[in-house]
């Protein structure tokens, strides 16, 4: 089939063929695992030729459910969801339980760390063809075909939830969790999830910058009340995907109760212009691979963070560089205040952790972590020669440890010996007579008797 257009026609046509293979008895895998759903391919859906491919290999009711992922669905690079794991596989956690609340074509199953191969895994997916497709690549999975709010838990909770909940200004009606319906698609997923996880348990996902930066009452707030709190977050640039330009974090919460902190959202300006952005990123910069500018969304200023150097690759090598990534962000003239509402209850009872309102150019700022940045650098070579002296101590210690064991014998073998002259020297003798008299000896006893 050809297809001249701008959009991917590479990813149309594995998808047309993964869906071909998909009708056969016996689907071969390698083709399935070349789907990547619709996200991003709105205009090659309407495309006349795929249009007729589409009515050939699914039904109508399929199709019109393809065309309602256009709204929030967004297409996952594999590159993207190792970047989870990766991030993800700083702390030492071995899931039991894990869910995937909006599974798509499965990629976050895909890319699991074989370790975790054994743990029962949920995928929850709205679409038919997607569950298709999962059910056949991945049979020890329990694939859920439904929509996330229709989703209860039966079991104690989740270890582990991870995914790219869709995006977007839609609300969900969920009986079961009725004070999240007033927020967006995404926070409504992560404030569910958040309620679906055991104590202790961690939540890994893909989220636009929203969640993070929105300054007024918001699901972070539920979050941090119900014990929720953020274990580590990173901006990441708004070119990976194909269907959109949005700037998304990875974010990692866990539902252990922490500091409140990072609820909290600034405003950052530029001249007239002004946005939100949560104060982690303020905190830590280096969690931040891009460089944020400011931008006209539908007449609003927004803020967005730019790849600094191009590449092909979706994460290419800065995104692993703190160093190249600190030395790039926020190098504008702008100047930052505490967001107002960051300083306001959301509800009686709870007061979220205000912050001194400041003003500061960011060049300096960042002059200032530089120097910063600098002086841990110079930490870690000093921490990398104490290192070498505690290992040249070790190895003499361990020298020093072997003369001792050395000596330890020899002397346990020394007090033996000694142990058994001692015992040799007080033992009587029975194997002996008595000495004879010398002659002189008894002539002398004789005398002396009858004297």
């Not at 491919?53 to 969801?81: C, G, H, M, W």
């Not at 505490?338 to 509800?347: L, P, Y």
Request: glycine share 6%; charged share 25%; hydrophobic share 35%.
């Amino acid at each position: 089939m050809e297809i001249n257009e701008t959009f991917n026609t590479e990813r149309v046509r594995l998808n047309l063929d993964a869906l071909s293979e998909l009708k056969k008895p016996t689907p071969d895998r390698l083709v399935l695992e070349n789907y990547s759903g619709w996200g991003g391919l709105r205009d090659a859906v309407y495309h006349r030729d795929t249009y007729r491919q589409l009515k050939r290999l699914l039904s109508d009711s399929e199709i019109t459910a393809l065309k309602e992922t256009f709204r929030s669905a967004y297409y996952t690079p594999e590159n993207l969801v190792g970047f989870v794991y990766e991030k993800l596989g700083k702390w030492t956690i071995s899931p039991q339980r894990i869910l995937e609340p909006s599974a798509g074509h499965g990629v976050f199953v895909k890319k699991m760390p074989p370790s975790w191969k054994g743990a029962q895994c949920v995928a929850v997916e709205m679409d038919g063809t997607s569950c298709r497709l999962l059910r056949a690549l991945y049979p020890d999975v329990d694939v859920r075909h439904q929509g996330f709010e229709n989703f209860i838990n039966d079991e104690e909770g989740f270890d582990l939830i991870i995914g790219n909940p869709p995006y977007g200004q839609i609300n969900v009606k969920d009986e079961q969790h009725p004070d999240l319906t007033h927020v967006s698609i995404h926070h409504y997923f992560v404030g569910k999830c958040m309620r679906l996880l055991k104590p202790d348990g961690f939540l890994a996902m893909v989220l636009p910058r929203y969640f993070l930066d929105a300054p007024e009452k918001h699901v972070r707030h539920i979050i941090a009340k119900e014990g929720g709190s953020l274990v580590e977050a990173y901006r990441l640039p708004d070119d990976l995907f194909d269907d959109a330009k949005v700037t998304v974090d990875v974010v990692i919460l866990q539902k252990r109760a922490g500091n409140t902190r990072w609820v909290n959202a600034r405003t950052v300006r530029e001249g007239v212009k002004r946005a939100q952005m949560n104060t982690y990123f303020f905190q830590h910069p280096e969690q931040v691979m891009g460089k944020i500018e400011f931008i006209t969304v539908y007449g609003r200023d927004e803020l967005t963070c730019k790849r600094t150097e191009k590449s092909e690759r979706l994460l290419g090598a800065d995104i692993s560089n703190p160093t190249t990534a600190l030395q790039s962000a926020l190098t504008k003239e702008e100047s930052i205040e505490d967001s107002e509402t960051a300083e306001k209850s959301w509800e009686s009872g709870y007061v979220v952790s205000p912050t001194t309102t400041h003003s500061v150019s960011l060049q300096d700022w960042q002059t200032k972590l530089e120097k910063q940045l600098g002086s841990i650098e110079e930490k870690k070579q000093a921490l990398a020669q104490k290192m070498t002296l505690l290992e040249k101590e070790e190895s003499e210690c361990r020298g020093l440890l072997l003369t001792l064991h050395e000596h330890c014998l020899q002397w346990q073998s020394l007090c033996k010996a000694l142990t058994a002259i001692e015992a040799q020297a007080t033992k009587p003798s029975s194997q002996h007579e008595p000495l004879p008299i010398q002659p002189e000896e008894k002539a002398k006893k004789e005398t002396t008797q009858y004297n």
